[in-house]
């Protein structure tokens, strides 16, 4: 929850190659104050059946930037969704060139002011990704 000195994240995933949400994604949260700042790791947590991560970390005082790392490629390689995969056209790795997944991992990077609330939702597919800010 964000106060009048922090800010606050959310984020949710939804797999549109399936039409559903992306459950057991990986996410980690790290957070700075300032552009020239390093990296402070917070934790993470991962998606639920929902596709929702209730509980990330709350971000300290003074941060300006917030990073989201959702570890994808195990999602993609998950015995569930091998299934789906199965049914689309175009397999995770069709045409990549590697042993895997074309996106092993999505990082993004994001400015915040305090006392707002930051819902990053991810739009995830084996071969593209788009984010926004919801609401």
């Known amino acids: 929850m964000s106060t009048d000195t922090t800010a606050s994240v959310s984020t949710h995933i939804l797999d549109t190659s399936i039409g559903r949400p992306a459950e057991g994604v990986a996410i980690t949260l790290a957070a700075r104050a300032g552009s020239d700042a390093e990296w402070a790791a917070l934790g993470g947590s991962a998606t639920d059946a929902d596709g929702r991560c209730k509980d990330l970390p709350a971000l300290p005082e003074g ?3 917030v990073r989201l790392d959702f570890r994808t490629e195990s999602y993609f ?5 091998k299934q789906a995969e199965a ?3 175009a397999p995770a790795n069709r045409d ?3 042993a ?3 996106f092993p991992e999505v990082a993004i990077t994001f400015a915040v002011v305090p006392g707002e ?3 990053v939702p991810l739009l995830l597919n084996p071969f593209g990704y788009s984010v926004y800010r919801g609401s």
């Open 100 to 102: 895997g997944v074309f």
């Open 87 to 89: 049914q689309q056209d």
């Open 96 to 98: 990549s060139g590697a």
């Open 117 to 119: 609330h930051y819902h």
């Open 77 to 81: 390689l998950s015995k569930q969704n």
């Open 63 to 65: 941060t300006t930037h």
